[in-house]
Protein backbone atom coordinates (compact mmCIF):
# COMPACT_ATOMS: atom_id res chain seq x y z
CA UNK A 1 0.00 0.00 0.00
CA UNK A 2 1.52 3.35 -0.77
CA UNK A 3 0.34 6.59 1.15
CA UNK A 4 0.44 10.31 0.66
CA UNK A 5 -1.46 13.63 0.45
CA UNK A 6 -5.07 13.99 -1.09
CA UNK A 7 -4.21 16.28 -3.92
CA UNK A 8 -7.56 18.55 -4.08
CA UNK A 9 -6.07 19.98 -7.96
CA UNK A 10 -6.39 16.16 -9.14
CA UNK A 11 -9.68 15.59 -10.40
CA UNK A 12 -8.99 11.63 -9.67
CA UNK A 13 -7.94 12.70 -6.39
CA UNK A 14 -11.03 14.47 -5.73
CA UNK A 15 -13.54 11.62 -7.85
CA UNK A 16 -11.67 9.04 -5.83
CA UNK A 17 -12.42 10.62 -2.41
CA UNK A 18 -16.15 11.81 -3.05
CA UNK A 19 -16.31 7.64 -3.63
CA UNK A 20 -14.92 6.88 -0.35
CA UNK A 21 -17.12 9.99 1.55
CA UNK A 22 -20.46 8.69 0.01
CA UNK A 23 -18.99 5.11 1.20
CA UNK A 24 -18.63 6.58 4.93
CA UNK A 25 -21.91 8.19 5.11
CA UNK A 26 -23.68 5.68 3.70
CA UNK A 27 -22.17 3.32 5.91
CA UNK A 28 -22.92 5.82 9.04
CA UNK A 29 -26.63 5.44 7.62
CA UNK A 30 -27.27 1.73 6.74
CA UNK A 31 -24.55 0.22 9.59
CA UNK A 32 -25.56 1.84 13.05
CA UNK A 33 -29.54 3.01 12.88
CA UNK A 34 -32.76 2.42 11.33
CA UNK A 35 -34.48 3.22 7.89
CA UNK A 36 -34.96 6.53 9.31
CA UNK A 37 -30.84 7.71 10.34
CA UNK A 38 -30.09 5.76 6.83
CA UNK A 39 -32.60 8.11 4.91
CA UNK A 40 -31.31 10.81 6.67
CA UNK A 41 -27.73 10.40 5.26
CA UNK A 42 -28.93 9.13 2.17
CA UNK A 43 -30.91 12.40 1.49
CA UNK A 44 -28.17 14.94 2.15
CA UNK A 45 -25.41 13.27 -0.67
CA UNK A 46 -26.43 15.55 -3.05
CA UNK A 47 -24.48 17.51 -5.58
CA UNK A 48 -24.19 20.68 -3.56
CA UNK A 49 -23.32 18.88 -0.49
CA UNK A 50 -20.66 17.08 -2.94
CA UNK A 51 -19.33 20.19 -3.97
CA UNK A 52 -19.83 22.38 -0.68
CA UNK A 53 -17.82 19.13 1.29
CA UNK A 54 -14.91 19.33 -1.51
CA UNK A 55 -14.87 22.86 -1.32
CA UNK A 56 -14.40 22.98 2.81
CA UNK A 57 -11.51 19.91 2.30
CA UNK A 58 -10.16 22.06 -0.13
CA UNK A 59 -9.88 24.77 1.79
CA UNK A 60 -8.74 21.77 5.01
CA UNK A 61 -5.78 21.01 2.81
CA UNK A 62 -4.47 24.66 2.06
CA UNK A 63 -4.63 25.40 5.56
CA UNK A 64 -2.67 22.39 5.96
CA UNK A 65 -1.62 20.49 3.21
CA UNK A 66 -0.68 16.98 5.12
CA UNK A 67 -4.29 16.87 7.11
CA UNK A 68 -5.84 14.49 4.30
CA UNK A 69 -4.06 11.00 3.89
CA UNK A 70 -4.91 8.44 1.14
CA UNK A 71 -4.61 5.09 0.90
CA UNK A 72 -3.16 3.91 -2.69
CA UNK A 73 -3.11 0.18 -3.74
CA UNK A 74 0.69 -0.52 -4.75
CA UNK A 75 -0.97 -2.04 -8.41
CA UNK A 76 -2.85 0.67 -8.76
CA UNK A 77 0.58 3.30 -8.58
CA UNK A 78 2.26 3.63 -11.78
CA UNK A 79 6.11 3.03 -10.50
CA UNK A 80 6.85 6.36 -11.67
CA UNK A 81 3.42 8.15 -10.64
CA UNK A 82 1.32 8.40 -7.76
CA UNK A 83 -1.79 9.54 -9.72
CA UNK A 84 -5.10 6.56 -9.83
CA UNK A 85 -8.35 6.15 -11.38
CA UNK A 86 -11.24 7.35 -9.52
CA UNK A 87 -11.77 3.87 -8.40
CA UNK A 88 -8.62 2.28 -7.18
CA UNK A 89 -8.15 4.74 -3.42
CA UNK A 90 -8.55 2.21 -0.53
CA UNK A 91 -9.36 4.29 2.07
CA UNK A 92 -8.31 7.84 3.86
CA UNK A 93 -8.02 9.49 7.04
CA UNK A 94 -8.71 13.17 7.83
CA UNK A 95 -7.62 14.89 10.32
CA UNK A 96 -8.94 18.46 10.93
CA UNK A 97 -6.15 21.66 10.40
CA UNK A 98 -4.51 22.50 13.58
CA UNK A 99 -6.40 25.93 13.03
CA UNK A 100 -9.41 24.13 14.02
CA UNK A 101 -8.08 22.90 17.30
CA UNK A 102 -9.60 25.10 19.62
CA UNK A 103 -13.25 23.48 18.49
CA UNK A 104 -12.42 20.47 21.09
CA UNK A 105 -9.21 22.00 22.22
CA UNK A 106 -7.35 19.02 20.90
CA UNK A 107 -6.75 17.52 17.34
CA UNK A 108 -9.93 16.60 15.59
CA UNK A 109 -9.86 12.50 13.50
CA UNK A 110 -12.52 13.77 11.37
CA UNK A 111 -13.28 11.03 9.15
CA UNK A 112 -11.51 7.47 8.91
CA UNK A 113 -12.75 5.52 5.92
CA UNK A 114 -11.89 2.45 3.82
CA UNK A 115 -13.63 1.20 1.01
CA UNK A 116 -14.91 -2.75 2.35
CA UNK A 117 -12.45 -4.38 -0.08
CA UNK A 118 -9.06 -3.34 1.91
CA UNK A 119 -10.71 -4.15 5.39
CA UNK A 120 -9.37 -6.15 7.93
CA UNK A 121 -5.70 -5.36 5.90
CA UNK A 122 -4.13 -3.40 8.17
CA UNK A 123 -4.54 -0.71 5.85
CA UNK A 124 -6.66 1.61 8.73
CA UNK A 125 -4.22 0.80 11.60
CA UNK A 126 -1.70 2.74 9.39
CA UNK A 127 -3.94 5.23 8.07
CA UNK A 128 -4.89 5.95 12.11
CA UNK A 129 -0.91 5.85 12.71
CA UNK A 130 -0.16 8.56 10.14
CA UNK A 131 -3.38 10.85 11.72
CA UNK A 132 -2.01 10.33 15.27
CA UNK A 133 1.96 10.92 14.46
CA UNK A 134 0.39 14.21 12.61
CA UNK A 135 -2.01 14.89 15.28
CA UNK A 136 1.50 14.92 17.36
CA UNK A 137 2.91 17.85 15.37
CA UNK A 138 0.39 20.26 15.62
CA UNK A 139 0.40 23.45 18.87
CA UNK A 140 -2.54 21.63 20.75
CA UNK A 141 -4.32 23.02 23.95
CA UNK A 142 -4.86 19.19 25.11
CA UNK A 143 -2.16 16.81 23.65
CA UNK A 144 -4.61 14.55 22.66
CA UNK A 145 -6.59 12.99 20.00
CA UNK A 146 -10.40 13.29 19.85
CA UNK A 147 -13.37 11.47 17.24
CA UNK A 148 -16.86 10.67 17.80
CA UNK A 149 -17.65 7.23 16.55
CA UNK A 150 -20.98 5.28 16.87
CA UNK A 151 -21.60 2.91 19.64
CA UNK A 152 -23.20 0.29 17.88
CA UNK A 153 -19.93 0.76 14.80
CA UNK A 154 -18.33 -2.40 16.53
CA UNK A 155 -15.55 -2.51 13.38
CA UNK A 156 -14.21 1.19 14.28
CA UNK A 157 -14.70 1.11 17.90
CA UNK A 158 -12.35 -2.63 17.58
CA UNK A 159 -9.97 -0.06 15.68
CA UNK A 160 -9.83 2.79 17.88
CA UNK A 161 -9.82 0.40 21.34
CA UNK A 162 -6.61 -1.50 19.82
CA UNK A 163 -5.13 2.19 19.14
CA UNK A 164 -5.51 3.42 23.00
CA UNK A 165 -8.65 5.12 22.38
CA UNK A 166 -11.00 5.57 25.69
CA UNK A 167 -14.21 6.94 26.26
CA UNK A 168 -14.01 10.76 26.96
CA UNK A 169 -16.75 12.25 27.11
CA UNK A 170 -20.40 11.70 24.90
CA UNK A 171 -21.53 13.60 22.06
CA UNK A 172 -25.21 14.57 22.15
CA UNK A 173 -27.28 16.19 18.93
CA UNK A 174 -30.46 17.98 18.75
CA UNK A 175 -32.48 18.12 15.22
CA UNK A 176 -32.46 21.66 14.28
Not at 28 to 45: F, I, R, V
Not at 51 to 57: G, I, M, P
Not at 80 to 88: E, I, N
Not at 114 to 140: K, N, S
Request: with cysteine; proline share 4%.
Amino acid sequence: MHYRAYDPDDSADRAALWDLKRGFELGLGSGTGDDAKQATYEEKLTEEYRDRWLDWVAWCVAEDPDCITVAVPDAAVEPSDTTVDADHLAGYVFLLPERLAFVWDAAVLNELYLAPDYRGTGVADDLLDRAVAHAREQDLPLDRVVLDVDRKNERARAVYDRHGFEHWGEMLAKQL
